[in-house]
């Protein structure tokens, strides 16, 4: 399938380079330099974004925060040659999908696409109903009473998680691992006020 993807990144070289191997996957790359050029796209998302955070004009976390104002459930990877540890921890509570500290093979970070978006957009994705909701995993969406509830990527995939698993006693570490990944490093409390004001 071909996905749009939106690819921030300053250094010019390295944005060559991504922006050339992932358009080896078939897929159409809009690729910005700068944090304002990126935000002239947000209005038309994309989907899947491939985000730098050290940006020269705009930081990382604030255009993320920005994104996900306009399209709370499209994918972000987040890249950054900072601390990875901190950089992690802030990018994933805030809403990004995955995280890649630079430097990184390029194969990587398609191959870490190209898991999220077919975990995202997979065309086997059912319609769960659980009164009053409708969950539909094909287009990640919620609805309640035909009105469209505005989720985050990680809170509806945290949602689609208890719906599949209704009547099972969860840890949260289960639910770290499954949601976050066995790499996430931070609170285990983020599970806790993860989505809490969503419903």
């Known amino acids: ?15 060559l380079v991504l922006t050339s191997y992932l358009q080896k996957e078939g897929w159409q790359v809009v690729s910005f330099l700068t944090g304002n050029e990126a935000k002239q796209a947000i209005e038309n998302p994309p989907d ?7 940006l020269p004009d705009i930081d990382g976390y604030h255009l993320l925060q920005e994104i996900k104002a306009v399209s709370p459930q499209v994918p972000i990877i987040f890249i950054s040659a900072r601390d990875a540890d901190i950089d992690r921890v802030v990018g994933l509570e805030l809403g990004s999908d995955d995280y890649l ?27 769960h109903t659980i009164s ?23 809170e509806f995939d ?30 285990d409390r983020v599970v806790d006020y993860f989505g809490k004001d969503s419903f």
């Open 1 to 15: 399938m071909s996905y749009c993807i939106y690819l921030v990144e300053d250094d010019k070289n390295l944005n």
């Open 48 to 54: 899947l974004w491939i985000l730098d955070i050290m």
């Open 101 to 127: 500290a630079k430097p990184f093979l390029p194969r990587e970070l398609v191959i870490r696409s190209r898991n999220l978006l077919e975990r995202i957009y997979s065309p086997s994705a059912q319609t």
């Open 132 to 154: 009053p909701y409708i969950i539909n995993e094909a287009s990640r969406m919620v609805k309640l009473n035909e009105e469209v509830i505005d989720l985050t990527s990680k």
């Open 158 to 187: 945290l949602l689609l998680y208890f719906v599949k698993n209704q009547g099972l006693a969860i840890s949260r570490e289960q639910i770290l691992t499954n949601i976050w990944g066995t790499d996430y490093f931070g609170s």
